[in-house]
T-cell receptor, first 109, second 114 residues
C-alpha cells in the first residue's frame, strides 16, 4: 500500500522568503499529483494538479514539480506572504487518492 | 455557484446514537468520496461511489454506512458501532476522466461524540 510523507511537518518563515515543501511516495506509480491548501477548520482547496504525463505546473507564486522516477514532488512558494499560512497537503490519485499528513506553514509578518 | 455543500458544519451527539452527515454537489460529478481527518494524520478514505446506486468500502469503512440514490447526494451515516467517531469529515468529488481531473472538497463537518 502506498504511503506518503511530507517534509517538513511544520515550517515557520519570515515574510518574503522563498520556500520549498516536499512530498514523497513509497510507490513511484504516480498518476495524478495534486497539491492542496487547508485553512484551520476548513476543507481542502486545490492548488495545482500535475497529470501523469506532466512534470510541473505553475499558478502565480506557486510552482509544483514532479519526479516520477524518485517518487517525489515539491511545491515552491515564491515571496511568501502571511496569507500563505496554512497546512499544505499532497495527494496521489492511483486507484484512489492517498494523502500525506501535511506541512503546517506559518509566514510571519 | 458550483460546489460541494456539507452540512451541518458542527454536529454534537451522544454516544450510542447514529448520525447522518450530508454532502450535496452541483458539479455534475459522478465520483464522490468520504474522508476522515484526525489531528496529525492524513486523510483516510471511508467510502466512495463512482456512480449512482453503487459504492465501495474504503480503508476504514467499519462503523459507517452510505447511500447513493441521487447523483447530487452522498450522505454518510456514522453508526454506534464506530468506536471513535469524533473527527473532521470531508466529502469530495471528482470529475470525468480516470486520472486527469482534480479532486474537489467541501468545507467539512466536525463531529463530536460524548
Amino acid at each position: 500500500k502506498q504511503e506518503v510523507t511530507q517534509i517538513p511537518a511544520a515550517l515557520s518563515v519570515p515574510e518574503g522568503e522563498n520556500l520549498v515543501l516536499n512530498c514523497s511516495f513509497t510507490d513511484s506509480a504516480i498518476y495524478n499529483l495534486q497539491w492542496f491548501r487547508q485553512d484551520p477548520g476548513k476543507g481542502l482547496t486545490s492548488l495545482l494538479l500535475i497529470q501523469s504525463s506532466q512534470r510541473e505546473q505553475t499558478s502565480g507564486r506557486l510552482n509544483a514539480s514532479l519526479d516520477k522516477s524518485s517518487g517525489r514532488s515539491t511545491l515552491y512558494i515564491a515571496a511568501s506572504q502571511p496569507g500563505d499560512s496554512a497546512t499544505y497537503l499532497c495527494g496521489n490519485y492511483g486507484q484512489n487518492f492517498v494523502f500525506g499528513p501535511g506541512t503546517r506553514l506559518s509566514v510571519l509578518p | 455557484d458550483g460546489g460541494i455543500t456539507q452540512s451541518p458544519k458542527y454536529l454534537f451527539r451522544k454516544e450510542g446514537q447514529n448520525v447522518t452527515l450530508s454532502c450535496e454537489q452541483n458539479l455534475n460529478h459522478d465520483a464522490m468520496y468520504w474522508y476522515r481527518q484526525d489531528p496529525g494524520q492524513g486523510l483516510r478514505l471511508i467510502y466512495y461511489s463512482q456512480i449512482v446506486n453503487d459504492f465501495q468500502k474504503g480503508d476504514i469503512a467499519e462503523g459507517y454506512s452510505v447511500s447513493r440514490e441521487k447523483k447530487e447526494s452522498f450522505p454518510l451515516t456514522v453508526t454506534s458501532a464506530q468506536k471513535n467517531p469524533t473527527a473532521f469529515y470531508l466529502c469530495a468529488t471528482k470529475g470525468p476522466g480516470a486520472q486527469g481531473s482534480p479532486l474537489h472538497f467541501g468545507n467539512g463537518t466536525r463531529l463530536t461524540v460524548t
